[in-house]
């Protein structure tokens, strides 16, 4: 292969190149031979192919063997990476609600009413005092059971 590169000035300003390839055909109708390398090589192709086919045959049964043998970690691991990204999720939306002109100062003002009033409600006199700790102890037995008031 030769390339030869003419140049043409069209204008003062333009030039143009003119590109002329030869291609060398002196072995026209030739085949290359496959030697016994890529014959070799083709059979450990296959060999690997096999490897990896009867694998694949096998992989439901590896897995339903994997799975049944270690169920309660892998939902373990899961509803602890599930409640990850839930954290993450939240902590975002949070972030982007917090980034709204207004709307935090807004946030806030409502949280100091509601523990206003919560104070005035129930921690202001005695009787709502007693109110609050019997409501207490009620959530308390329903979700422990009766056996942990008496502990």
Same mark, same amino acid.
């Given at each position: 292969?030769?390339?030869?590169?003419?140049?043409?000035?069209?204008?003062?300003?333009? +030039?143009?190149?003119?590109?002329?390839?030869?291609?060398?055909?002196?072995?026209?109708?030739?085949?290359?031979?496959?030697?016994?390398?890529?014959?070799?090589?083709?059979?450990?192709?296959?060999?690997?192919?096999?490897?990896?086919?009867?694998?694949?045959?096998?992989?439901?049964?590896?897995? +339903?063997?994997?799975?049944?043998?270690?169920?309660?970690?892998?939902? +373990?691991?899961?509803?602890?990476?599930? $409640?990850? /990204?839930?954290?993450?999720?939240?902590?975002?939306?949070?972030? $982007?609600?917090?980034? /709204?002109?207004?709307?935090?100062?807004?946030?806030?003002?409502?949280?100091?009413?509601?523990?206003?009033?919560?104070?005035?409600?129930?921690?202001?006199?005695?009787?709502?005092?007693?109110?609050?700790?019997?409501?207490?102890?009620?959530?308390?037995?329903?979700?422990?059971?009766?056996? $942990?008031?008496?502990?």
């Amino acid at each position: 292969m030769n390339p030869e590169v003419n140049q043409e000035t069209v204008s003062p300003d333009l +030039t143009a190149e003119e590109v002329v390839v030869q291609i060398d055909n002196d072995d026209v109708g030739t085949l290359t031979q496959f030697s016994s390398e890529t014959q070799a090589s083709n059979e450990q192709w296959r060999q690997i192919g096999e490897k990896v086919s009867e694998f694949l045959s096998y992989l439901p049964d590896y897995l +339903t063997e994997f799975f049944s043998e270690y169920k309660r970690p892998i939902i +373990t691991v899961g509803l602890v990476v599930g $409640a990850l /990204i839930a954290v993450k999720l939240t902590l975002a939306v949070l972030d $982007a609600v917090n980034d /709204i002109p207004l709307l935090a100062p807004t946030f806030e003002l409502i949280g100091f009413g509601y523990s206003a009033w919560f104070v005035y409600r129930y921690l202001l006199r005695a009787s709502n005092r007693k109110e609050l700790a019997n409501d207490f102890n009620s959530l308390k037995e329903q979700v422990l059971g009766r056996n $942990a008031l008496k502990e």
